[in-house]
C-alpha cells in the first residue's frame, strides 16, 4: 500500500513539474509577430454559377476533397466546395427564391448551414439534418433581409471544427436596391473584396490540428491564409477598397488593424450596412463575425493589413492567443488610381424597443455548458412566439473567450455590461465576441418562419467549443 502511494507521489510530481515546466517555457517566449512576404495576389473566390428556372436562382455546390497549394506546395489533403479549398462565392439579391443543390462527395456525413441568413430552420443546415456520404440535399427559400456579406459552412454534430478546419466555408453576398450599396464600392475581386482569414498549423506539407499548449479554444495556427492564398497581396485601382472580412477560423480572434494605424471606414457588420460610416483604426472579430471596411488608398502607397492584440487581460489572453500579432493582407495601390467618395449615410436602422419585448431569458456561457447544460438533439432550450422581439441576456461567466451565435435571425445589442454598446456593435448581428467575464444584452424580432418540429441552434462560434456541446436549441411556434 505505501509502495503504491509512494509510486503515486512520484508520478504526481513528475507531472506537475512537467506542467509547471512547460507553462514556464511557454510564457517566457514571446507571443506570435508573425510577418508576411506578400509575395501571392490574393485569390479571390469566384462567384458561383447560377441557373435561373421557373423563376429561382438554382447554384450546386458539392462538398469534396482535393489538393491544394496552401504556402507548403501543392499536396495539401484539403476540402473544399467545388473547389479544392474553400467555395465559391454565392450572391443573391433581396426577394430572390435561391435552390442550392449541394452533393456531399466526402467520405462522412456533413451539411451546409448558411451563416446569418434569415430561413426556415427544415433548410437551415443544422445537425439534424446530415447529409450522408455520396447524399444530396436541397435547400430553396426566398432571401428576405438587408444586403449583407453572409457566409456558408458546415454544421454537422461534433465534426464542425474538422470541416471547417479542412476547408469547407464560402462567402454569401446578399444584395439589396438600397442606394448606398452602389455608393459603396461594389465591383467584385476588383473594390469590393472578400477577406475571409484562416489560421493554419503545418506538419510537413500537410494541415495539422495539434492543439497549442494551454489553448482552451481549440487549434491555434501560427500561419495564416486569407481566401487560402498564403502572404498575399492585393493590387487596388481605386481611391477606396472594401474589404468584406470575415473570420472564416475555428477558434482564433482577430483584431484588424493597418501596420500605420491609419483609420478605415467601419461601414457594416454580420446584417448588413451601419446607418453612417463609423471611422476607427481597428476591427475586431470574434470567430464567425464580419465586418465590412472601406479603406482610402493614395496612388503608389502600400498599406499592411496587420491583427494585433484581441483580447485583453494576461494569462489566459496569452494562452488563448489574445496576444499574437500576424501580417494579414498587403493592399498596394497604382499609380494612378480612380476617384471615389465614401457616403456620408448608408441605411437607416430602426432600432428594436426592449418596452415591447415579449420575453427575457438569460444564457451563462461556461466550461462547455450554456446554462449548464450541453447540447442535447432531443431537448429543446426555448419556445419562442412567432414575430415576437425577444430579449437575451447573454453572459460569459469565466475566462475563455467566446462567441456567441444565434440562427435565424440579426439581433442589435442593447447593453454591454449595462452601458451603451461601442459603435462596431450598432448595426445588426448574428455573432458577437463574449469577451471573459463579460456581459451582453441582444434584442431581436423572431419575424416567421414557425415550425414545431424544426429547431434552429445557438451555440459558441468556437468550433471545438461547439463540437464539444456548447450549443442549444429553440423552435417558433405559430401560438403561445
Ligand atoms: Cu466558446
Known amino acids: 500500500?505505501?509502495?503504491?502511494?509512494?509510486?503515486?507521489?512520484?508520478?504526481?510530481?513528475?507531472?506537475?513539474?512537467?506542467?509547471?515546466?512547460?507553462?514556464v517555457w511557454f510564457l517566457a517566449r514571446p507571443p506570435l509577430d508573425k510577418t508576411a512576404d506578400f509575395r501571392q495576389a490574393l485569390r479571390v473566390p469566384p462567384l458561383a454559377a447560377?441557373?435561373?428556372?421557373?423563376?429561382?436562382?438554382?447554384?450546386?455546390?458539392?462538398?469534396?476533397?482535393?489538393?491544394?497549394?496552401?504556402?507548403?506546395?501543392?499536396?495539401t489533403r484539403t476540402?473544399?466546395?467545388?473547389?479544392?479549398?474553400?467555395?465559391?462565392?454565392?450572391?443573391?439579391?433581396?426577394?430572390?427564391?435561391?435552390?442550392?443543390?449541394?452533393?456531399?462527395?466526402?467520405?462522412?456525413?456533413?451539411?451546409?448551414?448558411?451563416?446569418?441568413?434569415?430561413?426556415p430552420a427544415a433548410v437551415d443546415g443544422g445537425p439534424h439534418h446530415p447529409i450522408p456520404a455520396g447524399g444530396s440535399y436541397r435547400a430553396a427559400w426566398t432571401?428576405?433581409?438587408?444586403?449583407?456579406?453572409?457566409?456558408?459552412?458546415?454544421?454537422?454534430?461534433?465534426?464542425?471544427?474538422?470541416?471547417?478546419?479542412?476547408?469547407?466555408?464560402?462567402?454569401?453576398?446578399?444584395?439589396?436596391?438600397?442606394?448606398?450599396?452602389?455608393a459603396l464600392p461594389h465591383d467584385y475581386g476588383v473594390d469590393d473584396v472578400?477577406?475571409?482569414?484562416q489560421d493554419k498549423v503545418f506538419d510537413g506539407d500537410q494541415l495539422s490540428m495539434s492543439s497549442r499548449f494551454g489553448s482552451?479554444?481549440?487549434?491555434?495556427?501560427?500561419?495564416?491564409?486569407?481566401?487560402?492564398?498564403?502572404?498575399?497581396?492585393?493590387?487596388?485601382?481605386?481611391?477606396?477598397?472594401?474589404?468584406?472580412?470575415?473570420?472564416?477560423?475555428?477558434?482564433?480572434?482577430?483584431?484588424?488593424?493597418?501596420?500605420?494605424?491609419?483609420?478605415?471606414?467601419?461601414?457594416?457588420?454580420?446584417?448588413?450596412?451601419l446607418e453612417r460610416p463609423h471611422a476607427t483604426d481597428h476591427i475586431r472579430l470574434s470567430v464567425g463575425e464580419r465586418a465590412e471596411v472601406v479603406v482610402s488608398m493614395r496612388p503608389g502607397e502600400r498599406a499592411t493589413l496587420r491583427s494585433v492584440r484581441s483580447i485583453d487581460g494576461d494569462f489566459d489572453s496569452r494562452l488563448n492567443g489574445g496576444q499574437d500579432a500576424f501580417d494579414v493582407l498587403q493592399l498596394r495601390a497604382a499609380a494612378r488610381l480612380t476617384p471615389a467618395t465614401l457616403p456620408g449615410t448608408?441605411?437607416?436602422?430602426?432600432?428594436?424597443?426592449?418596452?415591447?419585448?415579449?420575453?427575457?431569458?438569460?444564457?451563462?456561457?461556461?466550461?462547455?455548458?450554456?446554462?449548464?447544460?450541453?447540447?442535447?438533439?432531443?431537448?429543446?432550450?426555448?419556445?419562442?412566439?412567432?414575430?415576437?422581439?425577444?430579449?437575451?441576456?447573454?453572459?460569459?461567466?469565466?475566462?475563455?473567450?467566446?462567441?456567441?451565435?444565434?440562427?435565424?435571425?440579426?439581433?442589435?445589442?442593447?447593453a454591454v455590461n449595462g452601458g451603451a454598446p461601442p459603435p462596431e456593435l450598432g448595426g445588426?448581428?448574428?455573432?458577437?465576441?463574449?469577451?471573459?467575464?463579460?456581459?451582453?444584452?441582444?434584442?431581436?424580432?423572431?419575424?416567421?418562419y414557425a415550425d414545431p418540429n424544426t429547431s434552429y441552434m445557438f451555440h459558441c462560434h468556437v468550433l471545438r467549443h461547439e463540437d464539444e456541446g456548447m450549443m442549444g436549441q429553440f423552435i417558433v411556434v405559430e401560438k403561445p
Open 143 to 182: 432571401v428576405d433581409q438587408p444586403a449583407a456579406t453572409l457566409w456558408y459552412h458546415p454544421h454537422p454534430s461534433e465534426r464542425t471544427e474538422t470541416q471547417v478546419y479542412r476547408g469547407l466555408a464560402g462567402m454569401f453576398i446578399v444584395d439589396d436596391d438600397e442606394p448606398a450599396q452602389r
Open 194 to 197: 472578400p477577406v475571409m482569414v
Open 346 to 414: 448608408l441605411v437607416a436602422t430602426p432600432r428594436l424597443d426592449p418596452g415591447s419585448a415579449a420575453q427575457t431569458r438569460s444564457f451563462t456561457f461556461q466550461g462547455r455548458k450554456i446554462n449548464g447544460r450541453k447540447m442535447d438533439m432531443h431537448r429543446n432550450d426555448a419556445v419562442v412566439v412567432k414575430d415576437t422581439v425577444e430579449v437575451w441576456d447573454v453572459a460569459n461567466g469565466h475566462d475563455t473567450p467566446h462567441s456567441f451565435h444565434i440562427h435565424d435571425v440579426q439581433f442589435q445589442v442593447l
Open 1 to 23: 500500500m505505501r509502495k503504491w502511494l509512494l509510486g503515486g507521489l512520484g508520478l504526481l510530481v513528475l507531472c506537475c513539474g512537467g506542467g509547471v515546466a512547460t507553462l
Open 79 to 119: 476540402w473544399g466546395y467545388n473547389e479544392a479549398y474553400l467555395g465559391p462565392t454565392l450572391r443573391a439579391a433581396r426577394g430572390e427564391q435561391v435552390v442550392v443543390d449541394v452533393h456531399n462527395s466526402l467520405p462522412e456525413p456533413t451539411t451546409v448551414h448558411w451563416h446569418g441568413m434569415h430561413l
Open 50 to 75: 447560377s441557373t435561373v428556372r421557373d423563376g429561382k436562382r438554382v447554384f450546386e455546390l458539392r462538398a469534396r476533397p482535393g489538393d491544394s497549394d496552401l504556402g507548403h506546395g501543392a499536396g
Open 216 to 273: 482552451d479554444i481549440g487549434v491555434l495556427g501560427d500561419e495564416l491564409l486569407v481566401n487560402g492564398t498564403s502572404g498575399p497581396y492585393l493590387d487596388v485601382p481605386s481611391e477606396l477598397v472594401r474589404l468584406r472580412l470575415l473570420n472564416a477560423s475555428t477558434a482564433r480572434i482577430y483584431n484588424f488593424q493597418f501596420a500605420d494605424k491609419r483609420q478605415f471606414a467601419l461601414v457594416g457588420t454580420d446584417g448588413g450596412l
Open 428 to 448: 445588426w448581428k448574428d455573432t458577437l465576441f463574449l469577451a471573459p467575464k463579460q456581459q451582453y444584452r441582444i434584442i431581436a424580432r423572431f419575424a416567421d
